[in-house]
Protein backbone atom coordinates (compact mmCIF):
# COMPACT_ATOMS: atom_id res chain seq x y z
CA UNK A 1 0.00 0.00 0.00
CA UNK A 2 3.14 2.14 0.69
CA UNK A 3 4.49 1.76 -2.72
CA UNK A 4 1.06 2.87 -4.18
CA UNK A 5 0.39 5.85 -2.23
CA UNK A 6 3.94 6.78 -2.91
CA UNK A 7 2.76 6.17 -7.26
CA UNK A 8 -0.32 8.10 -6.91
CA UNK A 9 1.62 10.84 -5.19
CA UNK A 10 4.56 10.71 -7.63
CA UNK A 11 1.89 11.29 -10.76
CA UNK A 12 -0.21 13.84 -9.26
CA UNK A 13 2.61 15.72 -9.07
CA UNK A 14 3.66 15.10 -12.47
CA UNK A 15 0.14 16.58 -13.56
CA UNK A 16 0.25 19.81 -11.90
CA UNK A 17 4.22 20.48 -12.89
CA UNK A 18 2.63 19.89 -16.50
CA UNK A 19 -0.57 22.33 -16.35
CA UNK A 20 1.69 24.99 -14.50
CA UNK A 21 4.15 24.66 -17.06
CA UNK A 22 1.20 24.86 -19.70
CA UNK A 23 -0.27 27.56 -18.24
CA UNK A 24 2.79 29.65 -18.04
CA UNK A 25 3.74 28.98 -21.39
CA UNK A 26 0.24 30.03 -22.49
CA UNK A 27 0.32 33.33 -20.47
CA UNK A 28 3.69 34.29 -21.97
CA UNK A 29 2.40 33.58 -25.38
CA UNK A 30 -0.55 35.71 -24.90
CA UNK A 31 1.61 38.76 -23.22
CA UNK A 32 3.76 38.50 -25.88
CA UNK A 33 1.03 39.50 -28.97
CA UNK A 34 1.32 35.63 -30.18
CA UNK A 35 -2.25 34.86 -28.41
CA UNK A 36 -4.83 37.02 -27.21
CA UNK A 37 -3.96 39.84 -27.39
CA UNK A 38 -2.70 43.11 -29.77
CA UNK A 39 0.46 43.20 -31.27
CA UNK A 40 0.98 46.71 -32.44
CA UNK A 41 3.95 46.81 -35.48
CA UNK A 42 5.38 49.69 -37.67
CA UNK A 43 7.10 48.48 -40.78
CA UNK A 44 9.08 52.04 -41.17
CA UNK A 45 9.36 53.95 -37.36
CA UNK A 46 11.70 56.89 -38.83
CA UNK A 47 11.49 58.54 -42.21
CA UNK A 48 13.83 60.72 -43.52
CA UNK A 49 12.51 63.54 -46.15
CA UNK A 50 14.24 65.18 -49.06
CA UNK A 51 14.74 68.99 -48.85
CA UNK A 52 11.67 71.07 -48.04
CA UNK A 53 11.76 74.89 -48.26
CA UNK A 54 11.10 76.84 -45.17
CA UNK A 55 7.36 77.35 -45.38
CA UNK A 56 6.26 73.86 -46.54
CA UNK A 57 4.94 71.42 -44.91
CA UNK A 58 6.05 68.21 -44.03
CA UNK A 59 3.64 65.80 -44.37
CA UNK A 60 3.84 61.57 -44.22
CA UNK A 61 1.60 58.94 -43.26
CA UNK A 62 2.95 55.87 -41.07
CA UNK A 63 1.95 52.32 -41.29
CA UNK A 64 0.48 50.84 -38.12
CA UNK A 65 -0.35 47.56 -38.25
CA UNK A 66 -1.32 44.58 -35.93
CA UNK A 67 -0.20 41.29 -35.66
CA UNK A 68 -1.91 40.26 -32.65
CA UNK A 69 -5.67 38.53 -32.72
CA UNK A 70 -7.31 40.91 -30.88
CA UNK A 71 -8.53 44.62 -31.82
CA UNK A 72 -5.76 47.35 -31.15
CA UNK A 73 -6.41 50.76 -30.05
CA UNK A 74 -4.69 53.44 -30.24
CA UNK A 75 -5.39 55.94 -27.62
CA UNK A 76 -3.81 58.39 -27.90
CA UNK A 77 -0.70 60.35 -30.09
CA UNK A 78 1.41 62.80 -28.73
CA UNK A 79 3.65 65.05 -30.33
CA UNK A 80 6.63 67.12 -28.57
CA UNK A 81 5.55 70.62 -29.95
CA UNK A 82 2.88 72.93 -31.33
CA UNK A 83 4.49 73.13 -34.83
CA UNK A 84 3.62 68.97 -35.04
CA UNK A 85 -0.14 67.93 -36.04
CA UNK A 86 -1.38 64.21 -36.20
CA UNK A 87 -4.26 61.98 -37.01
CA UNK A 88 -4.85 58.17 -36.88
CA UNK A 89 -6.80 55.14 -36.95
CA UNK A 90 -8.52 54.77 -33.49
CA UNK A 91 -9.00 50.67 -33.93
CA UNK A 92 -7.24 48.37 -35.76
CA UNK A 93 -8.66 44.56 -36.29
CA UNK A 94 -6.47 41.60 -35.97
CA UNK A 95 -4.39 41.46 -39.15
CA UNK A 96 -5.30 44.97 -40.42
CA UNK A 97 -3.61 48.39 -40.73
CA UNK A 98 -4.25 51.81 -40.32
CA UNK A 99 -2.56 55.12 -40.88
CA UNK A 100 -0.71 57.54 -38.66
CA UNK A 101 0.06 61.12 -40.43
CA UNK A 102 1.83 63.60 -39.08
CA UNK A 103 2.15 67.23 -40.17
CA UNK A 104 5.06 69.41 -39.02
CA UNK A 105 5.08 73.02 -40.25
CA UNK A 106 9.21 74.21 -41.06
CA UNK A 107 8.82 78.00 -40.49
CA UNK A 108 11.52 78.78 -38.37
CA UNK A 109 13.65 76.32 -38.99
CA UNK A 110 15.27 77.68 -42.36
CA UNK A 111 18.45 76.47 -42.90
CA UNK A 112 18.65 73.69 -40.30
CA UNK A 113 18.15 70.06 -39.96
CA UNK A 114 14.59 69.42 -38.68
CA UNK A 115 13.71 66.17 -36.35
CA UNK A 116 10.52 65.49 -34.78
CA UNK A 117 8.69 62.84 -32.89
CA UNK A 118 5.65 61.84 -31.78
CA UNK A 119 4.59 58.88 -29.40
CA UNK A 120 2.17 56.44 -30.13
CA UNK A 121 -0.16 54.99 -26.88
CA UNK A 122 -1.71 51.98 -27.54
CA UNK A 123 -3.56 48.67 -25.84
CA UNK A 124 -0.60 46.70 -26.44
CA UNK A 125 0.68 45.75 -23.12
CA UNK A 126 3.77 44.52 -24.82
CA UNK A 127 4.69 47.84 -26.56
CA UNK A 128 2.19 50.66 -24.92
CA UNK A 129 4.24 53.20 -26.29
CA UNK A 130 6.16 53.53 -29.96
CA UNK A 131 7.47 56.64 -31.29
CA UNK A 132 7.74 57.41 -34.22
CA UNK A 133 10.18 60.38 -36.14
CA UNK A 134 10.45 62.18 -39.18
CA UNK A 135 13.87 64.01 -40.00
CA UNK A 136 15.79 65.57 -43.09
CA UNK A 137 17.10 69.67 -44.22
CA UNK A 138 15.00 72.96 -44.55
CA UNK A 139 16.12 75.28 -46.86
CA UNK A 140 16.51 78.25 -46.20
CA UNK A 141 13.01 80.64 -47.47
CA UNK A 142 14.13 84.12 -46.96
CA UNK A 143 16.72 86.04 -44.82
CA UNK A 144 15.11 88.20 -41.85
CA UNK A 145 18.15 90.53 -39.93
CA UNK A 146 16.95 91.38 -37.83
CA UNK A 147 14.74 88.32 -37.14
CA UNK A 148 12.88 90.01 -34.22
CA UNK A 149 12.81 93.94 -33.50
CA UNK A 150 13.29 95.43 -29.83
CA UNK A 151 12.89 98.71 -28.55
CA UNK A 152 13.55 100.07 -24.94
CA UNK A 153 14.37 102.85 -24.23
CA UNK A 154 13.21 106.44 -22.25
CA UNK A 155 9.60 108.15 -23.21
CA UNK A 156 10.76 110.57 -25.71
CA UNK A 157 13.83 108.77 -26.90
CA UNK A 158 13.48 108.00 -30.82
CA UNK A 159 13.00 104.50 -30.83
CA UNK A 160 13.40 102.97 -34.69
CA UNK A 161 15.07 100.55 -36.55
CA UNK A 162 15.15 98.91 -39.76
CA UNK A 163 14.63 95.39 -40.42
CA UNK A 164 16.17 93.89 -43.88
CA UNK A 165 14.04 91.13 -46.41
CA UNK A 166 15.99 89.18 -48.55
CA UNK A 167 14.51 86.52 -50.67
CA UNK A 168 16.59 83.81 -51.23
CA UNK A 169 17.36 83.26 -54.77
CA UNK A 170 16.34 79.82 -55.65
CA UNK A 171 12.38 81.04 -53.80
CA UNK A 172 12.21 84.30 -55.37
CA UNK A 173 9.28 86.46 -54.20
CA UNK A 174 7.36 89.93 -54.37
CA UNK A 175 6.27 91.89 -51.07
CA UNK A 176 2.72 93.26 -52.17
CA UNK A 177 1.24 94.19 -48.54
CA UNK A 178 2.55 95.07 -45.26
CA UNK A 179 -0.12 95.44 -42.00
CA UNK A 180 0.51 94.97 -38.10
CA UNK A 181 -1.79 92.82 -35.90
CA UNK A 182 -2.08 95.45 -33.91
CA UNK A 183 -0.61 98.52 -35.01
CA UNK A 184 -1.32 101.23 -32.44
CA UNK A 185 2.33 101.76 -31.01
CA UNK A 186 4.55 101.66 -34.12
CA UNK A 187 4.75 103.42 -37.30
CA UNK A 188 6.17 101.43 -40.43
CA UNK A 189 7.21 101.68 -43.82
CA UNK A 190 8.04 99.05 -46.89
CA UNK A 191 11.07 99.89 -48.74
CA UNK A 192 12.06 97.91 -52.21
CA UNK A 193 15.42 97.67 -54.12
CA UNK A 194 17.15 95.87 -56.73
CA UNK A 195 20.34 93.94 -55.73
CA UNK A 196 23.43 94.54 -57.70
CA UNK A 197 22.24 90.73 -59.33
CA UNK A 198 18.90 92.05 -60.15
CA UNK A 199 17.04 90.48 -57.52
CA UNK A 200 14.64 92.18 -55.22
CA UNK A 201 15.24 93.04 -51.66
CA UNK A 202 13.49 94.81 -48.81
CA UNK A 203 13.15 96.84 -46.33
CA UNK A 204 11.09 98.08 -43.30
CA UNK A 205 11.30 101.24 -41.15
CA UNK A 206 9.81 101.04 -37.79
CA UNK A 207 9.31 103.50 -35.27
CA UNK A 208 8.04 103.55 -31.41
CA UNK A 209 5.05 106.17 -31.40
CA UNK A 210 4.01 104.60 -27.80
CA UNK A 211 4.26 107.91 -25.59
CA UNK A 212 3.87 106.55 -22.15
CA UNK A 213 5.58 104.21 -19.92
CA UNK A 214 5.01 100.66 -20.21
CA UNK A 215 5.47 97.74 -22.64
CA UNK A 216 3.71 96.02 -26.05
CA UNK A 217 4.27 93.56 -28.37
CA UNK A 218 3.21 93.58 -32.16
CA UNK A 219 3.56 91.26 -35.30
CA UNK A 220 4.09 92.97 -38.67
CA UNK A 221 3.00 91.09 -41.35
CA UNK A 222 4.19 90.93 -44.85
CA UNK A 223 2.08 89.47 -47.64
CA UNK A 224 3.83 87.85 -50.21
CA UNK A 225 2.87 86.28 -53.98
CA UNK A 226 4.55 83.14 -52.83
CA UNK A 227 2.81 80.15 -52.32
CA UNK A 228 5.53 78.71 -50.18
CA UNK A 229 5.09 81.68 -47.47
CA UNK A 230 2.21 83.79 -48.52
CA UNK A 231 2.65 85.91 -45.35
CA UNK A 232 5.77 86.53 -43.28
CA UNK A 233 6.01 87.67 -39.70
CA UNK A 234 8.45 89.45 -37.81
CA UNK A 235 8.25 90.24 -34.92
CA UNK A 236 8.37 93.56 -32.64
CA UNK A 237 8.44 93.98 -29.01
CA UNK A 238 9.40 97.14 -26.69
CA UNK A 239 9.78 98.25 -23.09
CA UNK A 240 9.50 101.83 -22.31
CA UNK A 241 10.44 103.50 -18.76
CA UNK A 242 9.81 107.09 -17.65
CA UNK A 243 12.90 109.89 -18.37
CA UNK A 244 14.34 109.57 -14.90
CA UNK A 245 14.68 105.79 -15.19
CA UNK A 246 18.48 104.91 -14.65
CA UNK A 247 20.25 103.03 -16.77
CA UNK A 248 18.18 102.50 -19.98
CA UNK A 249 19.49 102.07 -23.44
CA UNK A 250 17.80 101.42 -26.50
CA UNK A 251 19.14 97.97 -28.52
CA UNK A 252 16.36 98.07 -31.19
CA UNK A 253 17.07 95.16 -33.27
CA UNK A 254 19.19 93.17 -31.31
Given at each position: ???????????????????????????????????????????????????????????H?????????????????????????????????????????????T??????????S??????D??????R???????????????????????????????????????????????????????????????????????????????????????????????????????????????????????????
Amino acid sequence: MKGMFKTFVFVLFLFFSVASLSFSADTTKENSGGGQAPAVFFPAPEFQFTALAEGEDMCHDFVIMNKGTEVLQVRDVKSTCGCTTVSYSKTIPPGGTGIISMKVDTRGYGGKNLRKSIAVLTNDTATPEYRLTVSGPVKKFVTIDPPVLRFRGKIGDKLESVVNIIPERKYPFSITKIRARNGKNIRYELSEKTSTAGAKEYSVTVANVKKDAGSYYDVLILETDSKIQPEIKISVAARLVAPNAPGTKNPAGS
